[in-house]
């Protein structure tokens, strides 16, 4: 799987190759990275990618035709590398936006199943529009907010789509049981000690049924507290598991049983 890069600042990426549990992915080349600076495709003394806006207003504009200089370039290595074979087959271009569709789990495990992609990382203003109508194949956001650049939520996915690949998490089972997999949060998980001090010279305790030894309990018991968890901080995920079918007669007797007032 290959990601391509268009960016201002590679220099952000370095650190993501060599640290962490998803530098597996890259030393092991389940995952290949290709960074593209986009100065080198300017023109000009100054390596000019932008301009001022027309109609007014503040900030500037990534122009269009160094950002297509660079993904033409793009284009030829990924089919000199054997990863396309012309327009048809071309991997997606994906550009980072706050109008674009939220970057969920769903929408990850799309892209850690593909070929890859071409990440667009836009600064300034904006990117002329022309070169988004053009080229974009979809465009995707963190959430409700606005960032300096795309090459933080570029990081985001990279880091998302790595940790997916078989043999980069030493338990091959533990994204399974990750937030968002089966829709839902996570539960609260525990390790030693048995039993932490408290200022108060009380004790919190870890939950006796992750010490039982009885899978089903225990299982019973995750499951319950990340409906739970899910109910109280984000009922619109227990509303859409259970438009999917993914809510048990159990899980749904729980839930009752709850009895969690809704949000105003």
């Given at each position: 799987m290959r990601f391509d890069v268009i960016t201002l600042f590679p220099e952000l990426f370095a650190p993501h190759l060599e640290v962490g549990v998803t530098r597996r992915a890259y030393v092991d080349g389940k995952l290949q990275l290709q960074l593209w600076p986009l100065r080198d495709f300017a023109e000009g003394n100054y390596r000019r990618v932008d301009d001022r806006p027309f109609g007014g207003g503040p900030g500037m504009v990534m122009m269009a035709p160094p950002l297509e200089r660079a993904l033409d370039a793009v284009h030829a290595a990924r089919v000199q590398a054997g990863e396309g074979t012309g327009a048809g087959h071309r991997a997606p271009l994906i550009h980072f936006s706050p109008t674009g569709r939220r970057l969920d789990q769903a929408l990850v495990r799309e892209l850690a199943a593909g070929p890859g992609a071409v990440l667009l990382c836009?600064?300034?203003?904006?990117?002329?529009?022309?070169?988004?109508?053009?080229?974009?194949?979809?465009?995707?956001?963190?959430?409700?907010?606005?960032?300096?650049?795309?090459?933080?939520?570029?990081?985001v996915l990279l880091d998302a789509v790595a940790r997916l690949q078989p043999g980069v998490l030493q338990d091959a089972a533990s994204h399974q049981q990750d937030s968002f997999e089966d829709g839902l949060l996570d539960c609260p998980h525990y390790s030693r000690p048995e039993q932490l001090p408290r200022a108060d010279g009380g004790v919190d305790a870890v939950p006796q049924v992750l010490l039982s030894g009885h899978h089903g309990r225990i299982a019973r018991w995750r499951r319950e507290r990340s409906l739970e968890l899910t109910a109280r901080r984000r009922p619109d995920l227990i509303a859409a598991a259970r438009a999917a079918?993914?809510?048990?007669?159990?899980?749904?007797?729980?839930?009752?049983?709850?009895?969690?007032?809704?949000?105003?």
């Open positions: 836009g600064r300034y203003e904006g990117i002329d529009q022309r070169f988004i109508d053009r080229h974009v194949d979809m465009e995707v956001s963190l959430g409700d907010f606005v960032l300096s650049g795309g090459e933080l939520p570029a990081l079918g993914r809510l048990s007669r159990e899980d749904e007797r729980f839930l009752q049983a709850l009895d969690i007032e809704p949000k105003p």
